[in-house]
């Protein structure tokens, strides 16, 4: 299905028809997979449209950028104060959001230096990444055949265009095995991240979740999850995760900007508990649509457009 079109996309400063917003494919980004990028979701709440953390993501796009000796031509302020227009002229009360740096064309070789770095925002219409259904019932998943990436090998901190290859490993090996998700273990056979969600476990009431020496991106919406999670009284623990807690947790949930938090219904046709959400992984999720749907923001996360 093809993207839902708006009428704009900011590229370099400028709003350009969704049409004309196009690089040149000799662009260093083509070749080399240099780029860094978010997704951020905004929200229509009774306060009016809410961009969910919008500062917090384009501070992590930065710092991407900067991990691969690159500097953002635009502030955070900028991009901000960008981003929200777009979403204004865009006609659009809820969407998702993606802003992305490249090394654009200049000169063509593995060394990038010489290339510009070029950004853009695009936001479009978008519903639930793996269906309603999952958000209610949770899904089934299987562990990927492949490994996540050695964080010397390239930064998995780093939300750069290239690591997604991994990314599309996992997924497609996945649901072309009936499944909705893959997740990826660490090189040491612990568990990682899902090709593009963060993963919590649940035991004896205590939360359990991969720790950054795991190849995981540091995700947003997963610090959300720690941070509601704490206010509600929960312990919440960061530590290496065998992979056999996959299959003997009382309850698993993915998080990420486009899975919100997305209970785990079964492993490897194993089933998580009795194989429905379970009351830890149901009030974080009652807890995080408060805040996203009904404007309850006690932490000052929503930007309104």
Same mark, same amino acid.
């Not at 969600?197 to 979740?209: A, L, P, Q, R, S």
């Given at each position: &299905?093809? =993207? %839902?079109?708006?009428?704009?996309?900011? &590229?370099?400063?400028?709003?350009?028809?969704?049409?004309? /917003?196009?690089?040149?494919?000799?662009?260093?980004v083509v070749h080399y997979g240099s780029g860094w990028f978010e997704g951020i979701r905004a929200y229509k709440t009774p306060n009016g449209t809410g961009i969910f953390r919008l500062r917090e993501h384009l501070k992590r796009l930065q710092q991407s950028?900067? =991990?691969?000796?690159?500097?953002?031509?635009?502030?955070?302020?900028? &991009?901000?104060?960008a981003t929200k227009e777009l979403v204004r002229k865009n006609g659009l009360e809820s969407c998702y959001i993606r802003p992305i740096a490249y090394r654009g064309y200049e000169n063509l070789g593995v060394y990038p230096l010489n290339c510009p770095i070029d950004?853009?925002? /695009?936001?479009?219409?978008?519903?639930?990444? =793996?269906?309603?259904?999952?958000?209610?019932?949770?899904?089934d998943v299987c562990v990927s055949s492949w490994q996540r990436l050695h964080n010397n090998t390239l930064p998995a901190v780093s939300k750069a265009s290239g690591n997604y290859l991994s990314s599309q490993l996992i997924r497609m090996e996945a649901i072309m095995n009936g499944y909705s998700e893959g997740i990826g273990l660490d090189i040491n056979g612990n568990v990682g991240e899902g090709s593009?969600?963060?993963?919590?476990?649940?035991?004896?009431?205590?939360?359990?979740?991969?720790?950054?020496?795991s190849s995981i991106l540091e995700g947003i919406t997963r610090h959300t999850a720690i941070t509601i999670a704490k206010d509600l009284g929960y312990e919440v623990r960061e530590t290496t995760v065998p992979r056999a807690v996959l299959y003997t947790a009382?309850?698993?949930?993915?998080?990420?900007? /486009?899975?919100?938090?997305? %209970?785990?219904?079964?492993?490897?046709r194993i089933s998580v508990n009795d194989g429905i959400v379970g009351p830890v992984t149901k009030h974080i999720q009652q807890a995080f649509y408060a805040i996203i749907q009904d404007g309850k923001d006690e932490h000052g996360w929503l930007t309104y457009v």
């Open positions: &299905m093809a =993207l %839902p079109k708006t009428p704009y996309i900011w &590229m370099n400063g400028e709003f350009v028809d969704w049409d004309k /917003a196009t690089i040149h494919v000799l662009s260093h950028v900067k =991990l691969y000796r690159g500097e953002m031509p635009y502030t955070i302020d900028q &991009m901000c104060e950004v853009s925002i /695009a936001c479009w219409e978008w519903g639930v990444y =793996l269906g309603k259904e999952a958000i209610d019932n949770g899904v593009g969600e963060n993963i919590f476990f649940v035991n004896d009431g205590v939360i359990y979740t991969p720790p950054m020496s009382d309850e698993i949930f993915f998080t990420g900007t /486009a899975v919100e938090i997305t %209970p785990v219904r079964s492993v490897d």
